[in-house]
């Protein structure tokens, strides 16, 4: 299991930015495809950007142009910076391995205000 930990939310107003991290322990981060998600309230968990160990990303349709992710390997570390925040995009955010059964972390509270 590879065990993460989410920083970075709070609270911002509609068009504001905010750069959340993850760090994750163990030495196989390097090797998976990180995802960043969201649950917001009375909703299912959802895949928002993508990142594989080469670099190579996706967006959903919903932050496309808004949203980029990153990684550094070195630091066993993903980013997600948002930009252009919506209301719609308040969210508890995760980053996890896609398409593995690994365990969540606690993620970060991302609250945008109309």
């Known amino acids: 299991q590879v065990q993460f930990v989410e920083s970075g939310g709070g609270l911002v107003q509609a068009g504001g930015s905010l750069r959340l991290s993850c760090v994750a322990s163990?030495?196989?981060?390097?090797?998976?495809?990180i995802g960043w998600f969201r649950q917001a309230p009375g909703k299912e968990r959802e895949l928002v950007a993508r990142v594989s160990s080469g670099g190579r990303t996706n967006y959903a349709e919903s932050v496309k142009g808004r949203f980029t992710i990153s990684r550094d390997n070195a630091k066993n570390t993903a980013y997600l910076q948002m930009n252009s925040l919506k209301p719609e995009d308040t969210a508890v955010y995760y980053c996890n391995i896609v398409g593995f059964d690994n365990a969540w972390g606690q993620g970060t509270q991302v609250t945008v205000s109309s």
């Open positions: 163990g030495s196989t981060f390097r090797l998976n495809l």
